[in-house]
């Protein structure tokens, strides 16, 4: 068994075995959609025409709304991604030109016609004509597609069809073909949209094409549909995670505690009524319903199939299942926190539902707002990452009570949980990462860097140093120490590379320990500032390295 689902691991292999399942259609559009994307991103868009021939409409719609938008980063807005949208169509193609254009009829016409318009540009064929004067047009008066001359083009009725992207053009030339087959109204609508868009976002200087406010106009009221619908499965948007995190920086330690009512974008996030919580699909792979008659057969193979990814770890397990809140204890997460959660678990099970709500809404908070190590966050990541926050919180507001170990009613540990939870207790934590342990390391940083005004160093170094210092002053006052960052392969100059990388993990906004650090304390080796040990951990090691 653990040789097979090793292989599983491999894309092909799990190509195979799931396209060996003979209730393959009805199976995959049983799935959630978020099953389906975490598949094919596995395999491979490319690899996956089949299963994407089989997904519901609905399904579909959803994935796009997660496959089709990056993000440069944690916390940055995302955008269409125009060579994925012609990538789908290429896929979808595979399947037939009938099957694409049934498909595309059923998106969202916005979107279409958003990813259209980054892939072709559509000019009424009869507009030069029709603006035509008596005297011969000047240069600047030139059709717009003179821009284009060689490039891919294809009329349809009235409209002049040009490739902005070659690669992409036999799907797009295709597709519209067929839809011009099956309902020259809609596609006529489509061109229309995009005649227009393109009319009043281009501009012509010299053959380079610059977009303009309209062409953003129509992203973001597609992306803000888009976001509505993800916060309502229990999403939380780049912006309002990184709103979340930096007035969590921002607010005074004595009104996190002090308020009562839950911050504005935590409270915007509960009311939209949904119970999110961190599972990858409406099944439950770790319960069996009851067989209550011959068509419940297929909920069975499916919730098989999903253990079978979860195995093959295509699917992560639950978070409560990873984090030891059931089953057995995680090793990797022991905290006093988490034991009060199991405690709580077997004593209140209603604030325990709040409380993997509220760590749901966290992990997804840090997933979409923050950088972990120069990358996303993975759920398990985040997750962790939030319960250590919340831990140093609750370390911080309990003083030396902390110390109690025992799980009873005298525990303080979970009767602050039932006073706090988890978000103000993340709130606490997050101010504390940043005002003891970035800002503390930059400003220690900082004096290093000035003391060396005083040391016998060559030229350019010295005037790296003054430089580093500069910015690393103005990322201070600023409150955002974690942007010195990119400069700080300039400290090797003066420091091995163990204490610069180390460094570096400090300064992120979410900050790590390194293993040198953990080994001044007897720490065991993870990455989270969990407690005041750490942070007494963590200065010990500034003032070796940097306090001379």
Same mark, same amino acid.
């Given at each position: 068994?653990?040789?097979?689902?090793?292989?599983?691991?491999?894309?092909?292999?799990?190509?195979?075995?799931?396209?060996?399942?003979?209730?393959?259609?009805?199976?995959?559009?049983?799935?959630?959609?978020?099953?389906?994307?975490?598949?094919?991103?596995?395999?491979?868009?490319?690899?996956?025409?089949?299963?994407?021939?089989?997904?519901?409409?609905?399904?579909?719609?959803?994935?796009?709304?997660?496959? $089709?938008?990056?993000?440069?980063?944690?916390?940055?807005?995302?955008?269409?991604?125009?060579?994925?949208?012609?990538?789908?169509?290429?896929?979808?193609?595979?399947?037939?030109?009938?099957?694409?254009?049934?498909?595309?009829? !059923?998106?969202?016409?916005?979107?279409?016609?958003?990813?259209? =318009?980054?892939?072709?540009?559509?000019?009424?064929?009869?507009?030069?004509?029709?603006?035509?004067?008596?005297?011969?047009?000047?240069?600047?008066? !030139?059709?717009?597609?003179?821009?284009?001359?060689?490039?891919?083009?294809?009329?349809?009725?009235?409209?002049?069809?040009?490739?902005?992207?070659?690669?992409?053009?036999?799907?797009?030339?295709?597709?519209?073909?067929?839809?011009?087959?099956?309902?020259?109204?809609?596609?006529?609508?489509?061109? !229309?949209?995009?005649?227009?868009?393109?009319?009043?976002?281009?501009?012509?200087?010299?053959?380079?094409?610059?977009?303009?406010?309209?062409?953003?106009?129509?992203?973001?009221?597609?992306?803000?549909?888009?976001?509505?619908?993800?916060?309502?499965?229990?999403?939380?948007?780049?912006?309002?995670?990184?709103?979340?995190?930096?007035?969590?920086?921002?607010?005074?330690?004595?009104?996190?505690?002090?308020?009562?009512?839950?911050?504005?974008?935590?409270?915007?996030?509960?009311?939209?009524?949904?119970? +999110?919580?961190?599972?990858?699909?409406?099944?439950?792979?770790?319960?069996? +319903?009851?067989?209550?008659?011959?068509?419940?057969?297929? /909920?069975?193979?499916?919730?098989?199939?999903?253990?079978?990814?979860?195995?093959?770890?295509?699917?992560?397990?639950?978070?409560?299942?990873?984090?030891?809140?059931?089953?057995?204890?995680?090793? /990797?997460?022991?905290?006093?926190?988490?034991?009060?959660?199991?405690?709580?678990?077997?004593?209140?099970?209603?604030?325990?539902?709040?409380?993997?709500? !509220?760590?749901?809404?966290?992990?997804?908070?840090?997933?979409?707002?923050?950088?972990?190590?120069?990358?996303?966050?993975?759920?398990?990541?985040?997750?962790?990452?939030?319960?250590?926050? =919340?831990?140093?919180?609750?370390?911080?507001?309990?003083?030396?009570?902390?110390?109690?170990?025992?799980?009873? $009613?005298?525990?303080?540990?979970?009767? $602050?949980?039932?006073?706090?939870?988890?978000?103000?207790?993340?709130?606490?934590?997050?101010?504390?990462?940043?005002?003891?342990?970035?800002?503390?390391?930059?400003?220690?940083?900082?004096?290093?860097?000035?003391?060396?005004?005083?040391?016998?160093?060559?030229?350019?170094?010295?005037?790296?140093?003054?430089?580093?210092?500069?910015?690393?002053?103005?990322?201070?006052?600023?409150?955002?120490?974690?942007?010195?960052?990119?400069?700080?392969?300039?400290?090797?100059?003066?420091?091995?590379?163990?204490?610069?990388?180390?460094?570096? /993990?400090? $300064?992120?906004?979410?900050?790590?320990?390194?293993?040198?650090?953990?080994?001044?304390?007897?720490?065991?080796?993870?990455?989270?500032?969990?407690?005041?040990?750490?942070?007494?951990?963590?200065?010990?090691?500034?003032?070796?390295?940097?306090?001379?």
């Amino acid at each position: 068994m653990a040789s097979s689902v090793s292989k599983l691991k491999q894309p092909h292999e799990l190509l195979n075995h799931i396209l060996d399942q003979p209730e393959l259609p009805a199976m995959i559009r049983s799935l959630d959609a978020g099953v389906l994307t975490k598949v094919i991103h596995h395999i491979g868009l490319e690899d996956s025409g089949e299963i994407v021939s089989l997904a519901t409409a609905d399904q579909l719609k959803a994935i796009f709304d997660q496959d $089709l938008w990056q993000s440069n980063g944690p916390g940055k807005a995302e955008a269409l991604d125009a060579a994925r949208f012609g990538l789908w169509l290429e896929i979808l193609m595979e399947s037939g030109p009938e099957f694409a254009a049934r498909k595309v009829m !059923e998106m969202d016409e916005t979107l279409v016609i958003l990813g259209l =318009c980054r892939l072709v540009l559509v000019e009424d064929r009869f507009a030069p004509a029709r603006s035509m004067k008596d005297d011969a047009p000047s240069d600047d008066e !030139e059709p717009l597609n003179r821009a284009w001359d060689g490039s891919l083009k294809q009329s349809f009725d009235n409209y002049l069809v040009t490739a902005k992207n070659h690669s992409r053009w036999d799907a797009v030339c295709a597709l519209l073909a067929e839809l011009n087959e099956r309902d020259d109204e809609k596609l006529s609508r489509l061109l !229309e949209n995009c005649c227009r868009i393109s009319g009043e976002q281009m501009e012509d200087n010299n053959g380079l094409l610059n977009v303009l406010s309209a062409e953003e106009m129509l992203e973001e009221d597609l992306a803000e549909e888009r976001e509505a619908r993800r916060e309502n499965k229990g999403f939380v948007t780049p912006a309002s995670a990184a709103l979340f995190l930096a007035r969590s920086r921002a607010t005074p330690m004595n009104k996190i505690l002090g308020t009562k009512t839950p911050d504005p974008a935590t409270r915007a996030y509960f009311a939209a009524g949904e119970t +999110p919580s961190v599972q990858a699909t409406k099944f439950q792979p770790d319960k069996e +319903p009851p067989l209550k008659n011959d068509s419940e057969a297929l /909920d069975l193979k499916a919730i098989s199939f999903l253990q079978t990814l979860q195995a093959a770890e295509v699917l992560p397990a639950s978070i409560q299942k990873q984090l030891g809140f059931e089953g057995t204890k995680s090793q /990797d997460l022991d905290l006093p926190l988490t034991k009060a959660m199991r405690w709580i678990n077997h004593t209140d099970s209603s604030l325990y539902s709040r409380l993997l709500m !509220e760590l749901s809404y966290l992990s997804n908070t840090l997933i979409s707002g923050c950088g972990f190590k120069g990358r996303s966050f993975d759920p398990k990541e985040a997750a962790e990452g939030v319960l250590s926050v =919340c831990n140093l919180g609750a370390d911080f507001v309990l003083g030396d009570q902390s110390r109690s170990e025992e799980s009873s $009613l005298n525990d303080p540990w979970p009767v $602050l949980l039932k006073k706090y939870h988890l978000v103000k207790l993340f709130q606490v934590g997050w101010k504390i990462l940043l005002d003891h342990v970035s800002l503390y390391t930059a400003e220690v940083l900082l004096g290093f860097l000035v003391r060396l005004k005083d040391k016998p160093l060559e030229p350019w170094v010295r005037s790296e140093t003054i430089s580093m210092a500069r910015v690393l002053k103005s990322c201070i006052l600023s409150g955002h120490p974690w942007r010195f960052n990119p400069k700080t392969d300039g400290l090797l100059t003066v420091l091995d590379g163990q204490t610069t990388m180390a460094l570096k /993990d400090l $300064l992120e906004e979410y900050p790590t320990l390194s293993v040198c650090i953990c080994s001044k304390g007897a720490h065991p080796v993870s990455p989270y500032i969990s407690s005041k040990a750490h942070i007494r951990t963590l200065r010990k090691y500034l003032k070796e390295m940097l306090l001379f």
